[in-house]
C-alpha cells in the first residue's frame, strides 16, 4: 500500500544536527512532491516547505531557510530532512507529506512523524 | 505569511453538525481554490478530509463537506459521532507560492 515510514526519534544536544528520513512505498516516488511539516508540541501544523522528487529543487518557507536542508535519494525513494545548530526551539514532530494525486496543494499521504528532542 | 483564522474550540452533541470557520485573505483563502481541510487525532498524522475547498478524497465519509465565501472557507460535519472528535485544521496555498495553516479547532463531541 502506499505508506511514508519516517525514521525513528531523536534527542539531541543544541548545536548538534539532525537528519531525518522519509521512506516512501507503493507509488513511483519522483511522480509527487514531498513537503515537510512541523509540529511543535501542544502546538498546530507549520508548513517548513518541499521538495520537487523529480529535479530536487527545495522550496523553503519563511522561517526555515539556512538551517533547514530537503535533499531525496531517489534510488531508495526516500526523503531527508536535515537539521543543522539545532536551538531548543526546534523540538517538535517533524512531518514528511506527499502532494496529493488529484491536487498539487494537499498532502494526502503522511508519515507517522518524527519528533526530534533538543535539550542539553 | 500569516496563519489562517479558526476558532480555538467548537462543541456539538451525537447526530448535530458542526461548522468550523478558517478566515484568511485574498492573498490565499479568497484568491485560490486550494483550501484543504485535515483532522488529527492526539498522537497521530493528520489526515486529508477535504481538497480544493470541497472535495472529499476516497473513503473519507459524506458527512464531511466544504464551502468557501470570500476569504472565509468551511467544513460542515453532520451527523456528529464520537470518533469526530479531534483537532482540525485548514490550510490554503498562498500569492506567495507557499502553503499556510490555520492554528487548529479542537472539536469536542458532548
Known amino acids: 500500500q502506499v505508506q511514508l515510514v519516517q525514521s525513528g526519534s531523536e534527542l539531541k544536544k543544541p548545536g548538534a544536527s539532525v537528519k531525518v528520513s522519509c521512506k516512501a512505498s507503493?507509488?513511483?516516488?519522483?511522480?509527487?512532491?514531498m513537503n515537510w511539516v512541523r509540529q511543535a508540541p501542544g502546538q498546530g501544523l507549520e508548513w517548513m516547505g518541499w521538495?520537487?522528487?523529480?529535479?530536487?529543487?527545495?522550496t523553503y518557507a519563511q522561517g526555515f531557510t539556512g538551517r533547514f536542508v530537503f535533499s531525496l535519494d531517489t534510488s531508495v525513494s526516500t526523503a531527508y530532512l536535515q537539521i543543522s545548530s539545532l536551538k531548543a526551539e526546534d523540538t517538535a514532530v517533524y512531518y514528511c507529506a506527499r502532494e496529493a494525486t488529484v491536487t498539487p496543494w494537499a498532502f494526502d499521504i503522511w508519515g507517522q512523524g518524527t519528533m526530534v528532542t533538543v535539550s542539553s | 505569511q500569516s496563519a489562517l483564522t479558526q476558532p480555538a474550540s467548537v462543541s456539538g452533541s451525537p447526530g448535530q453538525s458542526i461548522t468550523i470557520s478558517c478566515t484568511g485573505t485574498s492573498s490565499d483563502v479568497g484568491g485560490y481554490n486550494y483550501v484543504s481541510w485535515y483532522q488529527q487525532h492526539p498522537g497521530k498524522a493528520p489526515k486529508l478530509m477535504i481538497y480544493?475547498?470541497?472535495n472529499r478524497p476516497s473513503g473519507v465519509s459524506n458527512r464531511f463537506s466544504g464551502s468557501k465565501s470570500g476569504n472565509t472557507a468551511s467544513l460542515t460535519i453532520s451527523g456528529l459521532q464520537a470518533e469526530d472528535e479531534a483537532d482540525y485544521y485548514c490550510?490554503?496555498?498562498?500569492?506567495?507560492?507557499?502553503?499556510?495553516f490555520g492554528g487548529g479547532t479542537k472539536l469536542t463531541v458532548l
Open positions: 480544493d475547498v470541497s
Open positions: 507503493g507509488y513511483t516516488f519522483t511522480s509527487y512532491a
Open positions: 521538495i520537487n522528487t523529480n529535479t530536487g529543487n527545495p
Open positions: 490550510s490554503s496555498y498562498t500569492s506567495s507560492s507557499i502553503v499556510v
